[in-house]
């Protein structure tokens, strides 16, 4: 004799191991929820541990420097690097207040964020960007036949030019623990970081920290190298002219070191020099 519930091929006891089996779908769900939690905070401690050690470590490299290492070495077989650690005392002051004249000018008093200056760069950036796409739009418009000579030789999208409102807490952050990628994530990091180090670290060993690891041209890395590679002087002889024109590479050293004495560059070093007497350095 065939029961309709045997045919249905469920039994009561079936039905009832169902909750159990979603229970434990859920149970395991929590625990790689848990354990991703963990790992994140895992990691903030591995950061907090390593930039409370810089108070009286220096550092070796940076995250940046090390994927630098590894271009040049995939790009060009080689490594030609450059760089010497040099205490707070040995870099002239001229180039403290040139650096911050030009990348932060509130560097002594904000706490490691300016939010103004992030949302007025948002702004032109999504300026840039609108007109960027407009120029592509109209070049596109304008394109040859596909058919054509032309054709072969398509000239370059247009590229936005992407301005940034970071202090140089927040510079040093990315460069000492992050990559160079534009996520929402990586931002969000960085701004712990950033705290984590205005936190654990005077404003004077954060601005002696940055002036011995930021780049100032390829494999040219610190005050010191580039104060020799530049104007063969050390970075404690360094006038407040050639403090000027160092800082204004900062922003694209890879292209400023090949015109380092260009008009740009020496009409926004003497507009950086005419600030530096208003720098008031931590």
């Not at 380092?260 to 070093?269: C, D, K, L, T």
Request: a positive charge; proline letters at 5%; aromatic letters at 8%.
């Amino acid at each position: 004799m065939t029961h309709p519930r045997g045919a249905a091929g469920t039994s009561p006891a079936g039905r009832r191991q169902r909750p159990g089996r979603a229970g434990s779908a859920a149970s395991t769900g929590w625990r790689l929820l848990l354990l991703v939690l963990l790992c994140a905070v895992s990691l903030q401690l591995f950061f907090l541990a390593r930039i409370a050690l810089m108070a009286v470590v220096d550092p070796q490299s940076t995250s940046f420097q090390r994927s630098e290492i590894f271009r040049l070495a995939v790009d060009k077989h080689a490594v030609a690097w450059a760089q010497q650690w040099v205490d707070n005392t040995r870099i002239a002051a001229h180039l403290k207040r040139a650096v911050v004249a030009s990348e932060d000018a509130r560097f002594a008093d904000h706490s490691g964020v300016e939010w103004d200056a992030l949302e007025a760069a948002w702004d032109k950036n999504q300026r840039a960007e609108a007109a960027a796409e407009r120029r592509n739009a109209q070049l596109a418009k304008r394109a040859p036949p596909p058919d054509s000579a032309a054709a072969a030789r398509p000239r370059p999208a247009v590229v936005p030019k992407v301005v940034g409102g970071s202090t140089i807490s927040q510079q040093l952050a990315k460069n000492l623990f992050l990559s160079g990628e534009r996520t929402v994530l990586r931002k969000a990091q960085e701004f712990i970081l950033t705290f984590m180090l205005e936190g654990l670290l005077s404003k004077q060993r954060i601005l002696e920290i940055y002036l011995n690891n930021v780049e100032w041209g390829e494999g040219l890395f610190g005050a010191q190298a580039a104060a020799r590679h530049y104007f063969r002087v050390d970075a404690a002889q360094l006038a407040p002219g050639q403090a000027a024109r160092l800082a204004v590479m900062l922003p694209a050293p890879k292209r400023f070191e090949k015109t380092p004495g260009s008009a740009y560059v020496a009409g926004r070093a003497a507009t950086i020099a005419a600030r530096m007497g208003a720098v008031t350095l931590p």
